[in-house]
C-alpha cells in the first residue's frame, strides 16, 4: 500500500509571499525595476525580515526612486535615503554581528549603488528587531535615530510613530496584492 504524499500548505504560502505577479505589480505601480525587488526579497530573507519590511521602507524614504538629497546638512544617499555616518555604523553592525564581508562604505558606493545601500539597511533593520525585539520600536529607531525613539515614548506611551504607522501599513499593502503560484 503506497503512502500518499504529503501536503504542505503553508510551506506554498510561504513560497508564494514573493510571487513574481506581485512583484511584477509592484514593479508597475512603482515604475521600479523588477530586478531590484527581487534583490529586495533576497535581502529580507537573508536577515530575516517580515515580509516585505524593506520594501515598505523604501517605498516610504523614496518611492524607490535612487536619489541623493541634502537633508538636516548631510546627505541622504540612494533608495534608502541612509546618511554616511549611519551606513559606516551599519557597515559596523553587519560584518561583525553578522559576519558579513561586505565593502566600507563611502558617498560614492551609497550614491551609486541601491543594491548596496538596500543591503544597509536591511542589516540595520534586522540589527534594530534583535536589540528592540518590537516593530514599531525598530522601525521608530530607523527614522528618529535610537535616542530620538526614546524621547517618541516619552511623549506619547508607545512606539507607534506616524512612520511605523506608515511602514507596517504599506507592507501590510504589499502583502495583500494578489499573488500567483509563480514564486521567485
Not at 70 to 84: A, C, I, R
Request: net charge negative; charged share 25%.
Amino acid at each position: 500500500c503506497a503512502k500518499e504524499p504529503e501536503v504542505i500548505i503553508h510551506q506554498e504560502k510561504e513560497d508564494d509571499i514573493y510571487s513574481q505577479e506581485r512583484l511584477e505589480k509592484i514593479a508597475r505601480d512603482y515604475q521600479v525595476d523588477y530586478e531590484y525587488l527581487k534583490y529586495l526579497s533576497e535581502v529580507e530573507k537573508n536577515f530575516n525580515l517580515e515580509p516585505y519590511e524593506l520594501f515598505a521602507l523604501i517605498a516610504s524614504e523614496s518611492a524607490f526612486i535612487p536619489i541623493t538629497k541634502m537633508d538636516g546638512g548631510s546627505l541622504s544617499y540612494n533608495t534608502t535615503q541612509m546618511k554616511l555616518v549611519t551606513a559606516e555604523a551599519v557597515y559596523k553592525i553587519i560584518t561583525e554581528n553578522y559576519q558579513m564581508e561586505i565593502p566600507y562604505p563611502n558617498g560614492e558606493l551609497l550614491e551609486k549603488d541601491k543594491n548596496y545601500a538596500a543591503l544597509l539597511a536591511g542589516g540595520y533593520l534586522r540589527y534594530l528587531r534583535d536589540l528592540y525585539e518590537s516593530k514599531e520600536e525598530s522601525y521608530t529607531a530607523y527614522q528618529m535615530g535610537m535616542s530620538g525613539r526614546l524621547n517618541y515614548y516619552q511623549k506619547h506611551g508607545d512606539y507607534w510613530s506616524p512612520y511605523a504607522v506608515k511602514i507596517d501599513a504599506l507592507r501590510q499593502s504589499f502583502l495583500e496584492l494578489p499573488a500567483s503560484s509563480r514564486s521567485i
